[in-house]
C-alpha cells in the first residue's frame, strides 16, 4: 500500500517532470545549439539503412539469404563435428530430411476469404495445416534421431551444444552474461 508521503513525492515528480519537459523552467538558448557533425549523419543513416532495406527485400530475395545462411550454418556444423567418410551418408540424409519444402511457402488464404468461410470450415483447414506441419516434423525428427545415432559420444556433445537453439527460433532465446541460453520474455 502506497503512504500518503509516497503519494505526494511521486505527485511532485511527476508534476515537476511535465513542467520541465514543457519548457516553462528554462529555455535552452538559441545559440548554444550547433548542427550535427555531416560524419555522425551519414553514419546513423548506414547503420538504420540494413533494417529498412530488409523490410523492403522482395520476398526472392530474402528467400535466397535464408538459404545461403542456412548453407554456411550446416558447413560449419559439419566441419565442428568433424564427420568421418563412414557418417557422410548419414549427413546428407539428414540434411535432406530438413531442406525446407520444394518452392514457395504455401499461400495463405486472403483475410476477406477466410472470413467469409464459416467457423468449422475455418477449424478445418486450421487442422489440416496442423496436421501438414506435424508430418513434416515428424519426418525430420525421424532423421535427426537417426543421424544423431550415427555419431559418436564426442560428436553429439557438440551436435547438442550447436543446435540448441533451433527449438527458440532465435526470438525467445538469447545469451545471457554466462554464455548460457536463458529465457527471455515473450511479448504477447
Do not use: C
Not at 61 to 70: L, V, W
Not at 117 to 125: G, I, N, V
Amino acid at each position: 500500500m502506497i503512504s500518503l508521503r509516497q503519494r505526494i513525492v511521486w505527485a511532485s515528480l511527476l508534476g515537476s517532470a511535465a513542467l520541465a519537459s514543457s519548457g516553462a523552467f528554462a529555455q535552452a538558448p538559441a545559440a548554444t545549439t550547433t548542427p550535427a557533425p555531416a560524419a555522425s549523419v551519414a553514419q546513423a543513416d548506414t547503420t538504420a539503412a540494413p533494417k529498412a532495406q530488409h523490410k523492403r527485400m522482395d520476398p526472392a530475395q530474402r528467400m535466397e539469404r535464408m538459404k545461403e545462411h542456412r548453407a554456411k550454418r550446416l558447413a560449419a556444423l559439419k566441419d565442428k563435428l568433424k564427420l568421418t567418410a563412414a557418417q557422410e551418408g548419414a549427413w546428407t540424409t539428414y540434411t535432406t530430411a530438413n531442406q525446407p519444402p520444394a518452392g514457395a511457402r504455401p499461400q495463405r488464404m486472403d483475410r476477406a476469404e477466410f472470413a467469409k468461410l464459416t467457423t468449422p470450415q475455418r477449424l478445418e483447414r486450421m487442422q489440416t495445416r496442423q496436421a501438414e506441419r506435424s508430418a513434416m516434423f515428424a519426418k525430420r525428427a525421424e532423421a535427426t534421431k537417426t543421424f544423431y545415432a550415427a555419431l559418436t559420444p564426442e560428436q553429439q556433445k557438440t551436435f547438442d551444444a550447436e543446435t540448441v537453439h533451433a527449438g527458440g527460433h532465435g526470438h525467445r532465446f538469447h545469451r545471457g552474461h554466462d554464455g548460457q541460453h536463458n529465457a527471455a520474455p515473450v511479448k504477447s
